[in-house]
Each structure stands twice: as C-alpha cells, then as structure tokens.
C-alpha cells in the first residue's frame, strides 16, 4: 500500500450522475454530460474551483451525451464522441474554452461511438476503444484515432489490441495507457493494460492491472496511472491502483472512500480530484468529489 497518498473529500457535485466525463483545465475541474438520476441523458458540464471548494455551472454542451471522452489541450476542453439521447453512438465533437459563451463544432470523430476512452498527449487527442450503440446488439471498436489539433484533422493509427468497451485511458508526452474496461457485459470484466508509444506509433502489452474491471476512471499525475472504482454484478469497485511506467510495476493505494463506477478523474499538480459515478452496479448516481493527494 501506497504510503504517500491520502484522500480528502470536495464539495458534492450540484448535479448528481454517472457515465460522466472530466477533465481539468486552468486549475479547475469540469464534469460533462453523463446520465442523471431518472435515466435521462444531459448537457450539462459543470466545473469545480479547488482553491474556493466551490462547483458552479459552465456552458452546456451543445447536446446531451453519456459515455462520452473528454480531454484538455491547448487551452481548450474537447468533448468526444459518446450516446446520444437514444443511445445511439455518435461522432460529434465540440470544444471549448473558458472565454466563450458556447462549445464550438471540430471535425467528426471518424468512427463513431460511445463508452470508448479519451486522453491528450500536447497538441493531440487519442480516442480508443468504446462500441457501437448502448443496447440493440452493440459491437466492439478496434479504433485508435488521433485528433491533430494544429491541423484540424483526424487520423487513423495501428488498431487497437484487444477491443473493449467501458476502458480508461491516460496520456503522458510520450504513451497512451489503456486499461481495463470490459466486453459488452458486466461479466467480462478486463484486466489488461495495453501501451501506445506515441514516438513509435506500435501498441505493446503492459503488465495486468491487479483488479480486473469496466466503468473505471483514469488520470496520469507525476507520470505515473491512476486507476478508480469499476463496477461488477454484485458491486462496486472501491480500488484505487497506480502503474509506475519507470518500473513497469503496479501499486495499490487507498480504497476510493465513495466505490463507484462511470466515474471520471483528473490531476491537478499534486491533487487527482474523482469525480461522479454510480454507487450502485447500474443506473445509480453521486455528486462525490473525493480528492488523492499525492506525496502526503
């Protein structure tokens, strides 16, 4: 166990919900989308203030989604893909920034999908993974797409291993991690972790996660992974885990304090801030703002 990591609790989220995305921009937090309490998908993004331990609202997206990739680059907030209202998947893609009134219209995400994984690594955003539609005989991508954002476009790289749906991901300058997840169904739960060197453009198979497991959340802090929460037929996953690429190595560190999945995670400098996410396998939402510090 990990003994330089504690945790602390923030301000609940005004707007309790799973399947949500986040990202950190500028020092704060913002949550996008996901499913509310009654099962209905939404717009809303909402960001929290760590230095007030304050969440207010920010500009809505631009449509409703859940399962959807979120990620920061280049000064702005770039929402991915996800369902749509009727669970279908989409392509759409919007961005943003904090001095604008409204998320503006990118190019479409080649393939599209939802429960797949986001990242940015510099000036460019990696969607892995995620499947078809949510329901009426979904099916598994194989896709790894990059985003270009200098150049406005999006390319395809070497297929991704082994498709899952539900995965996490997290970017350092030079790796894509991709963890997790699972294969359409609660009982197929994944342990794997599979490598993209961003450099050398080829996948490698990373050591296993300890705890196999879908609907988790991922951030890299420090150039280390931080793995949260999953979820499984009887229950949530309270593990929280950390993959150090120097040694190639897993760590455990504390239990998440709330276990939940469909959550989502973040760093900011020596702070991870968890996010959302259902207490309950299925349809069940949380507002938990749960925050590791790292190094004490």
């Not at 893909?81 to 990118?106: I, Q």
């Not at 991870?272 to 190094?295: D, F, R």
């Amino acid at each position: 166990m990990r003994s330089d990591l504690s945790w602390t609790k923030g301000a609940d989220m005004p707007t309790p919900r799973t399947e949500v995305a986040v990202a950190a921009l500028d020092g704060k937090i913002y949550a996008a989308g996901g499913f509310v309490g009654d099962g209905s998908a939404t717009d809303v993004v909402e960001v929290y203030d760590p230095q007030a331990d304050r969440w207010s609202a920010s500009a809505s997206l631009p449509a409703a989604r859940h399962h959807l990739g979120l990620a920061s680059a280049s000064g702005r907030l770039y929402a991915v893909a996800g369902y749509d209202e009727g669970g279908r998947s989409t392509s759409t893609v919007w961005s943003w920034a904090p001095a604008d009134e409204e998320w503006r219209v990118e190019a479409e995400l080649p393939t599209p999908r939802g429960a797949l994984a986001v990242a940015a690594a510099g000036s460019r955003i990696f969607a892995v993974g995620g499947a078809t539609s949510f329901g009426d005989r979904p099916q598994l991508s194989d896709a790894l797409e990059v985003y270009d954002i200098g150049s406005g476009s999006w390319a395809a790289l070497p297929d991704f291993p082994e498709p899952r749906d539900h995965l996490a991901a997290a970017a350092t300058d030079d790796a894509f991690y991709v963890v997790g997840g699972r294969k359409l169904s609660l009982t197929s739960n994944q342990s794997r972790l599979d490598v993209f060197g961003i450099a050398g453009g080829e996948w490698t198979r990373g050591p296993d996660m300890p705890t196999a497991r879908g609907g988790l959340g991922a951030c890299a802090s420090g150039g280390q992974v931080f793995v949260f929460g999953g979820e499984q037929p009887s229950g949530t996953f309270p593990e929280a885990e950390v993959y150090d690429p120097g040694s190639g190595s897993w760590s455990s560190a504390p239990d998440l304090p709330t276990p939940r999945h469909g959550l989502g995670a973040a760093a900011i400098e020596d702070r991870v801030y968890v996010v959302g996410g259902g207490p309950e396998p299925g349809l069940s939402v949380s507002g938990a703002t749960e925050i590791l510090h790292v190094g004490g």
